[in-house]
Structures are given as structure tokens and as C-alpha cells.
């Protein structure tokens, strides 16, 4: 004769629980909370494109740029810079900017189209003709590149006969 068998209440009833120590549990709560955290941040707005504008004065001139502070790749970004000078211009303007940071960008081009450009080791030459009043702006049409990663400082100067009058720093984040 055969022993009884006893019939289970449920498929699982012979699976083995797993011991769990309280590390691991601390350990998972901890990566809920950031990943929570990550999310929050990129439901309020924190991690997408953010501009910044920066200004500045010396030297007859006021500078104002608006320029992507945080960016993605792939997205586009303003860039645009007032250049403003007490009595208004008379020469061609010559802006100065970093090469290197604008290596991140994809560029559609700069309005208005500058009169000249040149460059050295590290620097970009663009000479604008100068526009009527005391205003010039400076536009570049761009977005950051789908293969950039990380992001760059950069600067931009207005330079009168070889000389950096005036220069405004500034650095571009870029998140995943």
C-alpha cells in the first residue's frame, strides 16, 4: 500500500524562498531612490536643454550671449550674441571665438554671414561689416552633434586691430 500524498494548495508550494540579508535590500532601495530621483529631475525639466545668458561691458562695447548651459546631443541650441557700442559702429566688427568649443556643434551657419573669416591654431577670425545704429546680432544656427559627449568652455571677444577689447566666458553641459 501506498503512503498518502498530500496534494499542495499551490504550484509554488515546493519552490524555495530565497534568503535575503539586509544589504541587498538596502542596496535595491537605494538604486529605486536614484533611479526616482533621475526621473523627478527629467520630469520637472532639469535635464534637457537649458540656455543661459551671459553679459558683460569694458572697452566701448556691451556683450550678451545666449548660449546652450545644458544640451543634448542631437537637439537644437540657441547661440546669439548682441554686441552694443555707445555711438555705433564705423569699422567692420571683429568677433573672436574658441574653435574647439564649436566643434560640438553641427552648424546650419551664422546670420548675419560674416564679410571675412579666418583662423589660427585655436581660434576663429569673423569680420562683420558693421550694421547701421549700435546694435550688431550675431546668430548661429546650429545643434549639438549626434556623436558629442561631453561638453566644452568657450569664449567670444570683439578685437580691434589684433587686441581683445572685451571677452565673455561661458560652458556648455552636455547629458545623456
Known sequence: ?????????????????????????WLRRGAVTVLAVIVALGAVGLLGVR???VHTSGGGYELTLTYPQVARAGLDVPWDLTVRKAGGFTEPVVIVVESEYFDM????????EPSAETSDASRTYMTVDPPPGDTLTLGFDAYIQP????GHSGSVSVSER?????????TTWLVP
Open 105 to 112: 556643434f553641427e552648424t546650419q551657419g551664422w546670420t548675419p
Open 51 to 53: 540656455s543661459a545668458t
Open 147 to 150: 556623436s558629442s559627449q561631453l
Open 162 to 170: 589684433g587686441v581683445d577689447v572685451i571677452t565673455l566666458e561661458f
Open 1 to 25: 500500500m501506498r503512503p498518502a500524498t498530500r496534494i499542495p494548495d499551490s504550484v509554488l508550494d515546493d519552490v524555495r524562498g530565497s534568503a535575503r540579508s539586509p544589504a541587498v535590500a
